[in-house]
C-alpha cells in the first residue's frame, strides 16, 4: 500500500518570502501522480498543484512550484511571495495510474506572518 | 454555477442512529467519491463510484453504505455500526474515474454523534 508521509506538522513564513514544505512517498510502481491540495479555514478543498510522475520537468503555478525527485520519492511545495491568503492547511497526496484512489499525507499546517 | 452540495453543513446525531449525508453535483461527472477527515489528520477514502448503480470500498468502508442511483447523487450513509463515527466527511467528484483529471471537493459536513 502506498504510503504518503508530511513530517512538517506547522510551518511559518513571512510575508513575501519563500516557503518550502516537504512530502515523502512510498510506491513501487512507476508511473503515479502526485497533487498538493490547499484546505483553508473554510476546509474547502483547493488542488495547487499536479505532477506527473512520467515528467522530468517540475510542475509550476504561479507562485506555487514542486521540486519532484522521482528516485527519492520526495515532493516539496514552494510557495513564493508568500501571501497572507496562503494560510491554510497543505496536503500532499498520492494517485496509483488506475486512477481511483487519493492516498493523502497528514499535512502542515502553514501560518503567514504580516 | 456548477459544483458540489453537501448538506447539511452541521449534523447532530444520538448514538445508535443512522444518519445519510447528502452529496449532489452539477458538473456531469461520472466518477463521485466520499471522503473522511479527522482533527489533524488527513482525507482517507471510504467508498467511491465510478458509474451509476456501480460503487467500491475505500480503505475505510466498514459501517457505511452508499448508493448511486443517480449521477448526480452519491448519498453516504453512517450506520450505528461505525464505531467513531464524529467527523467531517467530504464528498468529491472527477470527469472520468482516472488520474488525468482532478477532484473536484465539496464544502463537507461535519457529522457530531453523541
Known amino acids: 500500500a502506498q504510503t504518503v508521509t508530511q513530517s512538517q506538522p506547522e510551518m511559518s513564513v513571512q510575508e513575501a518570502e519563500t516557503v518550502t514544505l516537504s512530502c515523502t512517498y512510498d510506491?513501487?510502481?512507476?508511473?503515479?501522480?502526485l497533487f498538493w491540495y490547499k484546505q483553508p479555514p473554510s476546509r474547502q478543498m483547493i488542488l495547487v498543484i499536479r505532477q506527473e510522475a512520467y515528467k522530468q520537468q517540475n510542475a509550476t503555478e504561479n507562485r506555487f512550484s514542486v521540486n519532484f525527485q522521482k528516485a527519492a520519492k520526495s515532493f516539496s511545495l514552494k510557495i513564493s511571495d508568500s501571501q497572507l491568503g496562503d494560510a491554510a492547511m497543505y496536503f500532499c497526496a498520492y494517485r496509483n495510474n488506475a486512477g481511483n484512489m487519493l492516498t493523502f499525507g497528514g499535512g502542515t499546517r502553514l501560518m503567514v506572518k504580516p | 454555477d456548477g459544483g458540489i452540495t453537501q448538506s447539511p453543513k452541521y449534523l447532530f446525531r444520538k448514538e445508535g442512529q443512522n444518519v445519510t449525508l447528502s452529496c449532489e453535483q452539477n458538473l456531469n461527472h461520472d466518477a463521485m467519491y466520499w471522503y473522511r477527515q479527522d482533527p489533524g489528520q488527513g482525507l482517507r477514502l471510504i467508498y467511491y463510484?465510478?458509474?451509476?448503480?456501480?460503487?467500491q470500498k475505500g480503505d475505510i468502508a466498514e459501517g457505511y453504505s452508499v448508493s448511486r442511483e443517480k449521477k448526480e447523487s452519491f448519498p453516504l450513509t453512517v450506520t450505528s455500526a461505525q464505531k467513531n463515527p464524529t467527523a467531517f466527511y467530504l464528498c468529491?467528484?472527477?470527469?472520468?474515474?482516472?488520474?488525468?483529471?482532478?477532484?473536484?471537493f465539496g464544502p463537507g459536513t461535519r457529522l457530531t454523534v453523541t
Open positions: 468529491a467528484s472527477s470527469m472520468v474515474p482516472g488520474p488525468v483529471y482532478e477532484q473536484y
Open positions: 463510484s465510478q458509474i451509476v448503480n456501480d460503487f
Open positions: 510506491t513501487s510502481e512507476s508511473d503515479y501522480y
